[in-house]
């Protein structure tokens, strides 16, 4: 079983940067792929951003501002975000999963474990 603590939320103005930590407590395989989501009140979930050993994935709206990477020696993934709106506002989620292949989407069936998630608050 593996257990993801997210950290790295808070209140930041428009601009701005958070980066936020992904951190599995159990063993996780190097080939799993980590993903980040978010949910805005009373939006649906969804995708920002995936990475496994193969590449990296993005959302559109993620392209050129946020940066998703992982610390395999820390054993700890990253969503590096720049350039905050307050669209961006959002309770936001790591996610692990058994992805092997290319990331050609993000898909939320394919992560089978997920953190409580950390809120991200953008002020204008």
């Known amino acids: 079983q593996v257990q993801l603590v997210e950290s790295g939320g808070g209140l930041v103005q428009a601009g701005g940067s958070l980066r936020l930590s992904c951190a599995p407590s159990?063993?996780?395989?190097?080939?799993?792929?980590f993903a980040w989501f978010r949910q805005a009140p009373g939006k649906e979930r969804e995708s920002v951003a995936a990475?496994?050993?193969?590449?990296?994935y993005y959302a559109d709206f993620a392209k050129g501002r946020f940066t998703i990477s992982r610390d395999n020696a820390k054993n700890t993934v990253y969503l590096q975000m720049n350039g905050l709106k307050p669209e961006d506002t959002a309770v936001y989620y790591c996610?692990?999963?058994?992805?092997?292949?290319?990331?050609?989407?993000?898909?939320?069936?394919?992560?089978?474990?997920w953190g409580q998630g950390t809120q991200v608050t953008v002020s204008s």
């Open positions: 990475i496994n050993w193969r590449g990296t």
């Open positions: 996610a692990a999963g058994n992805v092997v292949g290319n990331l050609v989407g993000i898909f939320e069936a394919s992560y089978s474990y």
């Open positions: 159990g063993r996780t395989d190097r080939y799993y792929a």
